[in-house]
């Protein structure tokens, strides 16, 4: 009986037990909730505060004024910026500009309800800020675009409360000051898209080199998919990050039902097509070019840290279009032709020869690896592009284009030059002889004018670099800079006038103050305009029937092609009355090219490409010159002699390092020229007389002392 009575009363003990505990714990739960009710109310409460606080900011007074950081840019002088101190792109663009499918993929990415909200999205910010907490730190952001705009314009990256408050802040005022058309559009032109890209118009040109207006759907698509993270993004960073990132954004555009299911799914499968140029000249269109700017600005008397960060706008006499092309030509046309390696380069410089207008300029193929100028530093043999020099000394002193010249094996002293192949065609009018590039007629010619009067024609056509007083200088056999040798020619461009190549038109103050602006060019009148005009009417025929073929750009055009001995140097320099350009190929280590790499295949290829760009805006202009009459002639092929010889090199020694081209061209119109360039000199003026002309034979000459007549 005692031990039942303890059980009992331990089961009511058990019992007590439970309702007290039952008790606690319901006491527990509405303390709880008590302390959700007050907790949530202090975030309503604090919500609605901020609600309150930030509907009340004033608008940010003249914020449609605002611009990026003042830095110094230089410009083409058709308005492009060729570069920044900033090292990025950037490129305004008006909203209408931009595709409805950017603005919408933007808008599915980044914020879906930006044209419902006043800059900040609460319930976003409140699921965020629990998300922080509980991570103990900034862990998802929910930034609306306004919100980005804030922090790109006047906020720094650090993840912190205090910035997000901040942006917040600035966010509501912005959408007091502007509407939403114009914050999307600021926000799209100041973006950062990685690659050194700000706004989706500098991205366009990076990546894809078009303008923004001009992409396809996947590419704006990832465009659009670059804000979250720019470099892990960026498709040359890591282009399978960047497609799925692209598909990331379609899939978005086409749950919201921007796209269609077919729209996707072919935007989907398209295959990234980037910029095939060099990463850097996406940030810098002519990096030699502006080095060269940089020289003339502290010649000026500017200090380079002031040019860096004085905000100047620096106009230039760049021809941007022509200078993309020149860009794009070198990369192309050297992979095309098998030059590649970084030993294989190549230069160009253009300029106007009305007014000294530097218009193009290449100093290399890639500046990233090498920032060595070839325009002003290289000193490189022009090979048989230096004749014209020489058939100019001869025009000065007398000698006609008509005029017959041997061309024939000689001998002078112990030079014995050769033409190439050893084909020799018996006598032939002077001009025939520039045509063909024949090397002996051009032995013939310096020893009948003499060296003197040759490095005396050099030197006033602005070739400053040491010239040997020998006769080898008549094939090219000293270096010349190829600033200096394009220079030259624009003479025969002009009507005998030298014109100092010039880059800066003016240099302005962020104030827009003209601080600096170009004087007249220099000018001097060195050559006649009969030698001019002679000079231009036989250097047609060089690119009409003669070994420049592959650089006939269908308009009136004249110029000469140059390759050295065993084809380490290649030249080809032309103009038309508004521009001159100058192409040198060769190797940095001076090295043999492919056999085939002559003045007129890649160098000429490359003008050519270069020239139908730079001369648009003059149509086909003709030259302003007296007529002259080059009288037709027929060779007659029973005079051809091609001698065996042992040495069978194409040249006499080693040092003559200059060849006669062959007229090369690309290899669908190469054994077409060389046909007509074996079978006929005849100028193609056929409607002039036939009958035979007075013959003239060049015959030698002492050596004149004096500078000849006409060069002042």
């Known amino acids: 009986m005692v031990k039942k009575r303890k059980k009992t009363l331990s089961d009511k003990e058990i019992a007590r037990r439970n309702i007290k505990k039952k008790k606690i714990d319901n006491d527990f739960t509405s ?200 470099s892990v993004y960026s498709p040359y960073n890591n282009l399978d990050l960047a497609i799925k990132r692209r598909n990331q954004v379609l899939n978005r555009m086409y749950k919201m039902r921007y796209i269609t299911r077919s729209e996707y799914q072919e935007a989907k499968k398209a295959k990234v097509v980037l910029n095939d140029m060099p990463q850097f000249y996406t940030t810098n269109k002519a990096p030699y070019f502006c080095d060269y700017v940089m020289n003339e600005l502290q010649k000026l008397g500017f200090d380079e840290t002031e040019i860096i960060h004085g905000g100047y706008k620096i106009i230039t006499t760049l021809d941007s279009k022509a200078q993309v092309a020149a860009n794009e030509a070198v990369v192309r046309d050297l992979k095309n032709w098998g030059l590649t390696g970084d030993a294989k380069q190549a230069a160009v410089f253009s300029f106007d020869p009305t007014n000294g207008k530097i218009l193009v300029y290449v100093g290399g193929k890639d500046y990233t690896k090498s920032q060595y100028d070839r325009v002003t530093q290289a000193v490189r043999p022009p090979g048989s592009a230096f004749k014209p020099i020489v058939y100019a000394a001869a025009l000065e002193k007398g000698i006609n284009p008509n005029d017959f010249v041997d061309d024939l094996p000689i001998t002078i002293g112990d030079w014995s030059p050769h033409n190439y192949g050893n084909k020799y065609r018996g006598k032939i009018p002077v001009y025939s002889a520039l045509m063909v590039s024949s090397n002996v007629a051009a032995a013939r010619i310096i020893q009948s004018v003499g060296i003197r009067s040759v490095i005396q024609t050099a030197r006033v056509l602005g070739i400053e670099t040491p010239l040997e007083y020998d006769y080898t200088i008549a094939l090219g056999s000293n270096g010349v800079k190829l600033f200096e040798f394009t220079r030259a020619y624009g003479a025969f461009a002009n009507g005998g006038y030298v014109v ?78 508004n521009v001159v350009t100058g192409v040198w190929v060769g190797s940095d280590d001076n090295t043999v090219m492919n056999k085939s790499i002559q003045g007129g295949t890649v160098p000429a290829i490359i003008w050519k490409d270069i020239m139908k760009i730079a001369t648009e805006p003059y149509g086909k202009a003709e030259f302003n010159y007296p007529e002259v009459v080059l009288e037709p002639f027929k060779l007659n092929t029973d005079n051809i002699k091609i001698l065996k010889e042992e040495n069978t090199s194409n040249s006499a020694s080693e040092n003559t390092p200059s060849t006669e081209e062959g007229a090369l061209n690309p290899k669908d119109v190469l054994n077409s020229v060389k046909s007509s360039i074996n079978q006929t000199v005849t100028q193609t003026e056929t409607t002039q007389p036939k009958s035979t002309p007075q013959q003239k034979t060049i015959t030698p000459s002492p050596i004149p002392m004096a500078v000849p007549e006409g060069l002042h």
């Open 31 to 230: 303390n709880m909730k008590f302390v959700f009710i007050v907790f949530a109310a202090f975030i309503l409460a604090g919500f609605a505060s901020l609600q309150m606080y930030l509907t009340a900011q004033p608008p940010i007074k003249n914020l449609e004024e605002f611009k990026p950081n003042i830095v110094t840019k230089f410009y083409s002088s058709d308005g492009e910026i060729i570069k920044t101190f900033t090292a990025y792109t950037f490129s305004k663009v008006e909203l209408s500009d931009v595709p409805e499918e950017l603005k919408e993929a933007i808008i599915a990415t980044e914020d879906k309800n930006f044209y419902k909200h006043s800059g900040y999205d609460i319930f976003g910010l409140a699921r965020s800020m629990v998300q922080n907490v509980l991570a103990g730190r900034v862990v998802q952001g929910a930034s609306t675009i306004t919100q980005q705009l804030a922090r790109i314009l006047f906020l720094s990256n650090e993840k912190t409360f205090t910035r997000k408050i901040k942006e917040l802040v600035i966010a509501a005022r912005i959408e007091k000051t502007i509407s939403k058309d114009q914050i999307l559009e600021m926000y799209l032109n100041n973006v950062y898209l990685g690659s050194g890209a700000y706004g989706v118009e500098g991205a366009a040109k990076i990546y894809f080199n078009k303008h923004i207006k001009d992409c396809t759907l996947p590419e704006l698509a990832l465009i659009a998919g670059l804000p979250q993270a720019p």
């Open 500 to 577: 100092q190549p010039y880059a800066i038109e003016r240099v302005e103050t962020s104030r827009g103050k003209v601080v600096y602006e170009a004087p007249k060019p220099k000018i001097s009148h060195q050559l006649s305009l009969n030698t001019a005009a002679e000079m231009t009417a036989m250097l047609k025929t060089v690119i009409t029937n003669g070994t420049g073929a592959a650089a006939n750009i269908g308009k009136p055009a004249a110029g000469k092609t140059g390759t050295t001995d065993d084809n380490k140097d290649a030249y080809f320099v032309g103009y038309t009355p």
